[in-house]
C-alpha cells in the first residue's frame, strides 16, 4: 500500500467531480455559457425570423383593431367584444365596397398602369439620351427590370390584394390578439419571476398604447394623403387618378419610401398628358406631402411617437432588403416597439438590482 492520495480525498467536500473551485473560473465559465446562450437565441430567431414578423404583423393588426374598438367605446356604452366585432363589420364592409363597387374601375386602371408607367420611362430615357447624356446598356437594362417588377406590383395591388398565406395569418392573428389580450399578456408574464411581472405587464401596456397612437397617426395619414391626391389629379383629369390615390394612401403607411414611389408614379402618369400634366402632378405631390409633413403630421405626432427619420428609413431599408414589402411595412412600428421598450428599461434600470427588490 502506498501512502498517495486518492482523487476522491482532492475533491472538497460538498463538491461534485464537476464542481469548479476557482471562483474566478466559476465567473468565466458562467459568462460563458450566458454568451453561448445569447448566441444560441439570437441563432434561434434568425432561424425563425420570418415567422416572428408574421406574428408582429398580427400584433400590429390587433392594435388597429384594438384601437378602432376603443374609439367605439367612447360613444357606444357596450361591451368590449361587441365593439371588436363592429370594427371588423365595418373594415369587411370596406374591403366588400372596394372589390364589388370599386374594384370595376381600379381593376381597369391597374390593367392600364404597367404599360403606361413602360412607355413614360422610355420617353424619359430617350430625352436624357437626347441631351448628350449616354446611359449605359446594363443601366437600361436594370431600369426596364425595374419597370417590369414596378408593374407586377401595382397590377397586385390594383387587384385588390391576392390570397396571400401570409396575410391571411396575419389577419387570423390579428383578430385572436385583439380578442383576448390580457390572455397573451398574463401567459408571457408566467414565464418571467414574480418580481418582475409587474414591471413586464406596465412594459406592455405602454407598448400598446404607443402601438395605437403610431397606427391612428398612420391611418389618418394615409385616408388624408390617398383622398387629397386622388381628387387633385381628378380634377385636371391625370390618367389613372383614383388609382393613384389608392396606392398614395396605402404606400403612406410606409414612411419616406412610400411617399418617394409615389410621387415618381405621379410624374410618370402626369408625362402621358405632356409636361403641364408632369408639372401639375409633381405640385400635387409636393403640396400635399408638404401639408401633411408640416401640418397634418406634427399635430398628430403630438399625440403619438415621435421617431428619428433617419432611424426608420435605416431600419426600412434592411428589413426591406430581408423580409421584402412585409418589412418594410413593419419597419416604422417595430422602431417604435424598441424605443418604448427601451424607455421602460432605463426607468426601471434600478429595479432588477437584489437590494432593490428587497425594498
Known amino acids: 500500500m502506498t501512502d498517495e492520495p486518492h482523487i476522491e480525498d482532492a475533491i472538497p467536500e460538498g463538491h461534485s467531480p464537476s464542481t469548479i473551485a476557482d471562483p474566478r473560473l466559476r465567473f ?3 459568462r460563458a455559457i450566458v454568451w453561448l446562450g445569447i448566441a444560441a437565441v439570437f441563432g434561434l430567431c434568425l432561424y425563425m425570423s420570418q415567422a416572428l414578423l408574421v406574428i408582429f ?10 384601437g ?53 420611362v422610355a420617353t424619359v430615357m430617350r430625352w436624357i439620351e437626347s441631351q448628350g447624356i449616354e446611359i449605359a446598356p446594363n443601366m437600361q437594362t436594370i431600369v426596364r427590370q425595374g419597370v417590369g417588377g414596378l408593374g407586377k406590383v401595382t397590377s397586385m395591388i390594383g387587384g385588390v390584394v391576392g390570397g396571400l ?16 389580450p390580457r390572455l397573451y399578456e398574463r401567459g408571457l408574464a408566467w414565464l418571467l419571476p414574480d418580481r418582475r411581472r409587474g414591471s ?18 398612420r391611418v389618418v395619414g394615409m385616408v388624408f394623403e390617398g383622398v387629397l391626391t386622388g381628387i387633385a389629379l381628378g380634377v385636371y383629369g391625370v390618367p389613372l387618378a383614383s388609382l393613384l390615390g389608392l396606392i398614395t394612401g396605402l404606400l403612406a403607411f410606409i ?3 412610400g411617399a418617394m414611389i409615389s410621387g415618381v408614379l405621379m410624374v410618370l402618369v402626369g408625362l402621358s398628358g405632356g409636361t403641364d400634366m408632369a408639372l401639375y402632378a409633381l405640385g400635387v405631390y409636393a403640396v400635399v406631402q408638404t401639408f401633411d409633413g408640416y401640418v397634418v403630421v406634427p399635430m398628430i405626432a403630438k399625440k403619438t411617437v415621435d421617431l428619428a427619420p433617419a432611424l426608420v428609413l435605416a431600419m426600412q431599408l434592411i428589413l426591406g432588403i430581408l423580409f421584402g414589402i412585409l418589412g418594410l411595412a413593419l419597419a416604422d412600428p417595430l422602431v417604435a416597439m ?11 434600470a434600478g429595479d432588477d438590482h ?6
Open 354 to 359: 437584489p437590494l432593490a427588490a428587497r425594498g
Open 200 to 217: 413586464f405587464l406596465e412594459m406592455m401596456e405602454k407598448m400598446a398604447f404607443t402601438m395605437r397612437r403610431l397606427l391612428f397617426g
Open 57 to 66: 404583423g398580427g400584433l400590429v393588426f390587433a392594435a388597429l383593431i384594438d
Open 255 to 257: 414612411p419616406n419610401i
Open 68 to 120: 378602432g374598438a376603443r374609439l367605439l367605446g367612447r360613444v357606444l356604452p357596450i361591451g368590449r367584444g361587441w365593439r371588436v366585432a363592429l370594427v371588423l363589420i365595418a373594415a369587411t364592409a370596406f374591403l366588400a365596397w372596394l372589390l364589388f363597387f370599386a374594384g370595376t374601375q381600379f381593376a381597369s386602371e391597374a390593367a392600364q398602369f404597367p404599360d403606361l408607367i413602360r412607355r413614360q
Open 338 to 348: 424598441v424605443k418604448t421598450m427601451l424607455e421602460h428599461r432605463s426607468d426601471h
Open 28 to 30: 468565466e465559465a458562467r
Open 165 to 180: 398565406t401570409t396575410f391571411f395569418l396575419i389577419l387570423i392573428l390579428g383578430i385572436y390578439f385583439a380578442a383576448e
